[in-house]
């Protein structure tokens, strides 16, 4: 078994294809799109990319819903052309990692085309239940509304679906479906792919029959066969997304000999503020109840595991939106939120977009909404009675769309990320937030994006970022934030303020007699006789003396 562990080290940067760059006009985000924009990335320092699904797909999940694992979609290019990424990549530093969507495949992937004609060999591909079209199975819900099964009249039974009706479940119970995908991985790990991220990976070792759909009795079971049959042949980094996983799950997975995962993505920072209703209905940020789960994970797996650190991705709204400022504080907020995250323990993600400090958008009837699960949503929330003024409120609060609007490259037509008509509008702020605004802009959150990462790999810091102590300072503070990272006798103080107001704190309550400023968003640590004055948003690092 390969023990570098290059990911510790590592700042990873997720693409979501149809949303990059598009190269040829069609409206559509592709990977020669993508190999176009490999300099920007190399510019901005991050040295893995996690790319969302561009397997072949009918696209009714925009890609999680595979229909051939071992192809690209027409849409994103060829197989030549991701072949053409992973060496352009590769030659920047770069490693190219492949969303693995393997809880479930599409309804039009070969498997299943057999399965439902009763092809013995593939039929168990999948779960089944027999009985009538009169008695759904049981109660089980798909994450996307409605029931998660799906009568099948070729078939004459119920076929399980925890997604859309076009995403049946795979059947792990079958070590033949297993082993085909273990196949598949190595096929794909041999072309020189740095590692997979493992959609719903929490959900396959699922029971319906007991209404168990997450953290199933053989989860880590098939997690260590397929790590074992797969990823540990190759030195690569692996990480689950996990929405149900605590931290005993989190030690399992990322045990760090090495027989699971390298880290998940846990949630419960993002889930902090959803009601009953999940993610439709949300109290405002606790930034302090935040900080405390933070707290926990750092804590918890330190030695034992390991941590990914994120804010958003294409399934959350903007993180500047969502837990910042998108108005007046925008530029500070962003970087503030970065600061904070880019300073733990773990490995960080940055969602595209996200570095230029990308808002959410807005959308004014349901016939602009793109994402199925906000349409499915709407539907299903309409007829739980809410107004149509709520649904639409909850969707410019929290829908998936937000993430997917097109990267702002320019202040051009379509912010220069197509020739022709964009397959989602361009938020209209593309004028003014842009790459080519900030990428020679040191007071831009892209430029601070790109410190934050160079810190990360500075021979000086990057010990004490990956191995160092984390002790939290003010984490009972309902607006400031803290904490120290310390290694050998080095120690580098992270702090400021989640709020747009200005907040005074004894200079005591900090550590360190003399602070040498490495990073911060506004140019100084501000200090009145005794106190700190943090400004609205304000945050930075500094080296204690
Ligand atoms: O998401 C898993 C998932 O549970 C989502 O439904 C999630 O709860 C929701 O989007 C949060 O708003 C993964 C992928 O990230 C997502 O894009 C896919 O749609 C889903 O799996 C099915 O493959
Ligand atoms: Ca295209």
Not at 326 to 332: A, D, S, T
Not at 480 to 492: E, H, I, M, Q, S
């Amino acid at each position: 078994m390969k023990q570098t562990k290059w990911w510790k080290d590592s700042v990873v940067y997720q693409i979501y294809p149809r949303s990059f760059q598009d190269s040829n006009g069609d409206g559509i985000g592709d990977i020669p799109g993508i190999i176009s924009r490999l300099d920007y990335l190399k510019e901005l320092g991050i040295d893995v990319i996690w790319l969302s699904p561009v397997y072949r797909s009918p696209q009714d999940d925009n890609g999680y819903d595979i229909s051939d694992y071992r192809d690209i979609d027409p849409m994103f290019g060829t197989l030549s052309d991701m072949e053409e990424l992973i060496r352009e990549g590769n030659k920047r530093g770069i490693r190219i990692v492949m969303d693995l969507v393997a809880n479930h495949s599409s309804d039009e992937h070969a498997w299943f085309v057999e399965a439902r004609k009763g092809n013995p060999k593939y039929r168990d591909y999948y779960i089944w239940r027999e009985g009538t079209p009169d008695q759904v199975p049981n109660a089980l819900r798909a994450s996307f509304g409605g029931s998660a099964w799906e009568w099948d009249e070729q078939a004459g039974a119920w076929y399980l679906h925890l997604f859309s009706k076009k995403q049946p479940d795979l059947n792990w119970e079958n070590p033949a479906m297993r082993h085909d995908l273990y196949d598949m991985i190595n096929w794909w790990l041999d072309k020189g792919l740095g590692g997979f991220r493992l959609d719903v990976v929490e959900l396959i070792g699922k029971v319906p029959d007991r209404m168990i759909t997450a953290n199933g009795p053989r989860l880590h079971e098939y997690v260590k066969e397929m790590s074992k049959e797969a990823f540990q042949k190759h030195d690569i980094v692996t990480v689950g997304e996990t929405w149900n996983a605590g931290p005993e799950e989190a030690k399992l997975y990322s045990a760090p000999d090495g027989s699971e995962l390298s880290m998940i993505f846990q949630f419960e920072h993002i889930c902090q503020s959803h009601t009953q209703f999940g993610k439709w209905k949300q109290n405002p940020k606790d930034f302090r109840a935040i900080k405390h789960i933070m707290t926990k994970w750092q804590n918890e797996l330190r030695g034992c595991g390991w941590n990914s650190l994120f804010w958003d991705n294409h399934d959350l709204p903007r993180a500047v939106s969502a837990f910042g400022d998108e108005g007046k504080y925008r530029v500070e907020s962003a970087k503030t939120l970065a600061l904070y995250m880019h300073g733990l323990q773990g490995t960080p993600y940055v969602y595209q977009g996200e570095e230029l400090g990308m808002t959410n958008t807005h959308f004014n009837s349901p016939d602009e909404v793109m994402d199925i699960e906000s349409r499915n949503m709407y539907h299903e929330l309409g007829e739980l009675g809410w107004s149509s003024e709520e649904r639409m409120a909850a969707i410019n609060m929290t829908g998936r769309d937000h993430a997917r609007t097109p990267v702002q490259w320019d202040d051009t037509e379509n912010a220069g990320f197509t020739q022709g008509t964009p397959w989602i509008p361009v938020n209209p702020n593309y004028r003014e937030i842009n790459a080519k605004a900030q990428v020679r802009d040191p007071g831009s959150v892209f430029s601070f994006y790109k410190a934050l990462i160079a810190l990360r790999r500075d021979p000086g810091w990057r010990d004490v970022l990956r191995d160092g102590t984390y002790t939290p300072l003010l984490d009972d503070d309902e607006h400031l934030f803290g904490y120290a990272r310390a290694l050998n006798g080095k120690t580098l103080l992270f702090a400021g303020n989640f709020s747009g107001e200005e907040i005074r704190l004894p200079q005591k309550r900090l550590p360190g007699e003399r602070r040498e400023l490495l990073l911060s968003v506004y140019g100084e640590i501000r200090t009145e006789g005794e106190d700190i004055v943090f400004r609205p948003y304000e945050s930075w690092a500094a080296v204690c003396l």
